[in-house]
């Protein structure tokens, strides 16, 4: 069967994929379209398990709010470089995996692959699709869905950082306390929130180091609470002095606006995720011993 130009345009159109690899999977299917797709699929995942253990540490954050701020996603999608996450493909995709969370709501990655996208396509379909495009691994790595009863308010530093925060506060206090978030990193609401492990590991560390001090037993208790009390704000969001105006704590501002927080999330691209640290002069010289 001949290969028209118009056949290969309509395979593209369907997979994504370059001109060349679909007039090559159309001959190979003897111009059979379905064929041809089927193959370019089986092709594609496997250039993505290929792909699959190259660490995926850059990438991007985005976050979705409702018009009524009722629901809200934020999403990190990872790939190998910061080159391919500011790629058109790499943002389509990333906008139609929120849009898709939006919607759906699925309760975790792995539920989420198997929906389908505005496209046709599964999210695993269209993610294989795009390691194939871009030729890097692309992870889906998390995402969370808040339901709030007050409002939620977003805030996004480029694609780096995203914030969510479910707060009483009117909008654009909200969205500064997010920004706040996303600046200072807060780990958690108030100091009820803080774990009780959390806090002794770190006054064990304090004991410590009062002890060293040779000041007497009621001084080193002092000491240590004052450095514990100091400590707690540092890490609580309500203890901190917030950004725009360092003189007042973010617990004050929302006092005074008669406001409260019930949580955030705050994701950051790639932490946690160990990079691998290349030595490419390491790598020519055992190429060329080889």
Same mark, same amino acid.
């Given at each position: 069967m001949a290969i028209t130009a118009s056949l290969v345009k309509e395979l593209r159109e369907r997979?994504?994929?370059?001109?060349?690899?679909?007039?090559?999977?159309?001959?190979?299917?003897?111009?059979?379209? *379905? $064929?041809?797709?089927?193959?370019?699929?089986?092709?594609?995942?496997?250039?993505?398990?290929?792909? $699959?253990?190259?660490v995926a540490a850059d990438g991007a954050i985005k976050t979705v709010v409702t018009e009524d701020r009722k629901t809200a996603v934020i999403l990190e999608i990872n790939s190998e470089t910061d080159f391919v996450a500011k790629d058109d493909n790499f943002q389509s995709f990333t906008d139609a995996v929120i849009q898709t969370l939006l919607q759906q709501k699925p309760a975790s990655v792995a539920e989420l692959s198997?929906?389908?996208?505005?496209?046709?396509?599964?999210? @695993? @379909?269209?993610?294989?699709?795009?390691?194939?495009?871009?030729? *890097?691994?692309?992870?889906?790595?998390?995402?969370?869905?808040?339901?709030?009863?007050?409002?939620?308010?977003?805030?996004?530093?480029?694609?780096?950082?995203?914030?969510?925060?479910?707060?009483? $506060?009117e909008p654009d206090m909200a969205r500064d306390i997010a920004m706040h978030i996303a600046a200072v990193n807060p780990q958690f609401v108030d100091e009820s929130a803080v774990p009780a492990e959390f806090v002794e590991k770190e006054k064990s560390i304090l004991v410590a180091q009062a002890q060293d001090s040779g000041k007497p037993p009621e001084i080193i208790e002092k000491m240590i609470q004052g450095r514990l009390n100091k400590f707690l704000a540092e890490v609580t969001l309500l203890g901190q002095p917030f950004v725009k105006d360092p003189d007042q704590t973010v617990g004050k501002l929302l006092s005074l606006a008669? $406001?409260?927080?019930?949580?955030?999330?705050?994701?950051?691209?790639? *932490?946690?995720?160990?990079?691998?640290?290349?030595?490419?002069a390491a790598e020519v010289a055992s190429q060329l011993n080889s």
């Open positions: 997979t994504g994929a370059g001109m060349m690899e679909c007039k090559k999977a159309l001959v190979e299917t003897d111009g059979d379209i *379905e $064929a041809a797709a089927e193959l370019m699929r089986k092709s594609g995942a496997a250039k993505a398990d290929k792909k $699959a253990a190259r198997s929906l389908s996208l505005a496209s046709g396509q599964t999210v @695993e @379909e269209s993610r294989q699709t795009l390691i194939v495009k871009v030729g *890097e691994n692309i992870q889906i790595r998390r995402f969370e869905i808040i339901e709030s009863n007050q409002g939620v308010a977003s805030y996004l530093h480029g694609t780096r950082i995203g914030v969510l925060v479910d707060s009483s $506060a008669d $406001a409260s927080i019930s949580g955030f999330i705050r994701y950051e691209v790639g *932490e946690g995720i160990e990079k691998k640290v290349e030595d490419f």
